[in-house]
Every structure is written in structure tokens, then in C-alpha cells.
């Protein structure tokens, strides 16, 4: 089993004081200062400034004198230390992973502002993908479930209901799920997101998770959305779909792909299925959601803080 490091930040050994983030795949452009200060406060002393501490104070001053020298020979080993990391020349070598690597150097100058401690993660009203590196709003009415069956940073409406057509199932009148594409060759976001939205309508109104039948299966779909658009900087696709279904009142789902804003880009799909027959769930809204896509870090133009109601 591979030990993945998780997502945070680490120690930027090309830029004293300063933290970069891993993003759990590679080093990004975030970072943030730390304070640096001296072990202990203690100050290198001269042989002759320890000499005359022992003469002034007998025991006492060579119990001092030694923790003194002590705490020197320990700065000393980790200035050596940081020595042998850099190597001669003052470089690095690259690394896959924190805690033994050093990120490439970067002009942090120009990086992007970095997520302060006990951000948008403990926000109610804000969705946060570390993977893929975005937040999303969270709508009135809406909530984070702490756990789901795919494992996806998701957001739904609160309260579920049992699925139509399938009494051991739940389901949500609208959710909202953030996932890495993976298992295709593909890298064009129009044909990723044409070939997402049939997992997409099945999963929301086909078979779930667990590969159970829900709404009495999908009876036709219809294609009413594909556009490019731009998203949290990138420019991506949305395909969108209306599912009759042979149970319920079915629904619209959408396929959403973009470049990632961090490490290597890789594409993010968020996937939206939103039920019919219900005012509280405009396809506008599907819209106001994707426009509050942010880059982690970035609070601009109505996006981590505000609030996205129906």
C-alpha cells in the first residue's frame, strides 16, 4: 500500500520562513510566511565570554556554560544539516512528496493568497475539494454530508425522501458532487464532459452507487445545454441533460469539466442532478453554483463567504 501524503502545508526549504502547499499530488503556488525565531533564544557565546561565566559563577556558571555550548553545537548541526540538503551548490533535488522534498523554486511574490487556518473547511457554507483544489457555495437549504458512498466532495439539499421506484433507497432533490476524471485516455473538455453525462444521468436517475435500481430506471434523455465555459479561471465544458424516468418526476443533470487550478491540471468533473417539479430548484441555480467555483485561496468576485441562495 502506497503512504500518501495528505494535502497541507509543509516547510519550503528554498525560501526560509515560508510554507508552501502540497495539494496531495504535487506542490502548488500557495504559500504563507511563519515566524522564525532562535532555539531557546540562546545566543552563541565566544571561549572567553564562557570562561569568564565559570569564574564568576563557580558551578552554577559551568552548568550554564555547558547548556550554552550545548545549544551552539545543536544550531550548528542544524545549519550542517540544512547544508547537506542544499548541497554545495546552494540547489536541490527533486522530490514526489513532503516531509523529504523540497517544491521547485517559485516568486511567491506572485502566488496566489493561501487559505488562512480554519477557513472555508469549517464554513458551513462552503465546499471545499482539497484534490482537485476549489471551493464551492453552498446554497441556502443545502448542506455538506460528512460521508458518502463514493467518496466525493459533495453537496445536496436537506432532507431525503425514498427514492421512487425503489423503497430501500434515498435520495436527494438536488446534489451537487466534485470528482477528479480518471479511467480515460480523454483530455479535451468538450469530449470529457459528452462522455461523463451518461454516468452522470445514470447515477443520479438510473442505478445508484450501489448498483440499485432507483426511479424506475431512465426512460429517455434529452440534451438542452452544451457550451464552453469559464471556470475558476479555466476555461471548460457543460453538457446538460432532462431525464424522464419511469418513476417520479425525473430531473436535469449536467456534466461540468475544467482544468484543474493546481498541480499537474488535471481535469475536475462536477457533476449536478437537480429533480423536477419543484420551484426550489431553478435550473439557474445550476448556473449561480458554477460561477461561485474558486480556486482554493481566492475570495474574489462573490466567492468563498457569500451566499448562493435558490
Partial sequence: MSNVTPPGWYPDVNVPGTERWWDGAAWTGHTRSTAVTQPLGLHPQSASQASANVTRGGGRGLRAAVATTAAVLVAAAVVVTGFLVLGEGGG????????????????????????????PEDDAAVLVDQLNGVTLL?????????????????????????????????????TV????????????????????????????????????LIHGGIRSQKEVASRSVTVAGRTGYLVRRRITTGAGPGGHV??????????????????????????????????TITEGIRPIGDATGGGVGSTVAP
Fill in 92 to 119: 536541490t533535488e527533486s522530490r514526489s512528496s513532503p516531509g523529504s522534498t523540497a517544491p521547485p523554486p517559485t516568486d511567491s511574490a506572485s502566488a496566489p493568497a493561501p487559505t488562512p487556518a480554519g477557513g
Fill in 138 to 174: 453552498v446554497p441556502d437549504g443545502w448542506e455538506k454530508p460528512e460521508n458518502t458512498l463514493d467518496d466525493a466532495s459533495t453537496m445536496r439539499t436537506v432532507g431525503s425522501y425514498t427514492c421512487p421506484g425503489d423503497s430501500g433507497s434515498l435520495c436527494y432533490h438536488g
Fill in 177 to 212: 458532487s466534485v470528482r477528479t476524471a480518471s479511467g480515460t485516455g480523454l483530455t479535451d473538455m468538450k469530449a470529457l464532459a459528452e462522455e461523463d453525462i451518461g454516468t452522470a444521468a445514470d447515477r443520479a436517475y438510473g442505478r445508484n452507487s450501489v448498483d440499485a
Fill in 254 to 287: 449536467q456534466s461540468l469539466v475544467f482544468p484543474s487550478a493546481v498541480g499537474s491540471e488535471t481535469p475536475v468533473v462536477v457533476r449536478y442532478a437537480f429533480d423536477a417539479g419543484g420551484d426550489e430548484l431553478p435550473l439557474t441555480l445550476m448556473d
